[in-house]
């Protein structure tokens, strides 16, 4: 069992950077390739990037490839997303998500455990 918790989100202007927290428990975290998604009102939970058990395979959706940097510590059983030049369609609820797997997915069905979210909210 992982128990995952968002931290970071908030309030953020159009060009700035923001990098958002996902504290796991539970000592299998370093087995679990992990993922961020992103939910809009009304819209489905969307894939954002996921990184594999060791941090080695990192893959990014094209609304944030080459902004997006993900990375993990498994000896603090922490996963970070960074986000660079924030816009407003960046504004969403976030969040981290665990697979009992060690390889990167991209569905959200894939993923086994989930934080309760964080918003993110980018103003003009």
């Known amino acids: 069992q992982v128990q995952l918790i968002e931290s970071g989100g908030g309030l953020a202007q159009a060009g700035d950077s923001l990098t958002l927290s996902c504290a796991g428990s539970?000592?299998?975290?370093?087995?679990?390739?992990m993922g961020w998604f992103r939910q809009r009102p009304g819209e489905d939970r969307m894939f954002v990037g996921t990184?594999?058990?060791?941090?080695?395979?990192?893959y990014y959706s094209n609304a944030v490839k080459g902004r997006a940097f993900i990375s993990r510590d498994n000896s603090k059983k922490v996963m970070s997303l960074q986000l660079n030049n924030l816009t407003p369609e960046d504004t969403a609820v976030y969040y981290c998500?665990?697979?009992?797997?060690?390889?990167?997915?991209?569905?959200?069905?894939?993923?086994?455990?989930w934080g309760q979210g964080i918003q993110v909210t980018v103003s003009s």
């Open positions: 998500a665990a697979r009992r797997v060690k390889t990167v997915g991209v569905r959200p069905s894939l993923f086994d455990y």
């Open positions: 539970g000592r299998r975290f370093s087995d679990y390739a």
């Open positions: 990184i594999d058990d060791i941090g080695a395979v990192k």
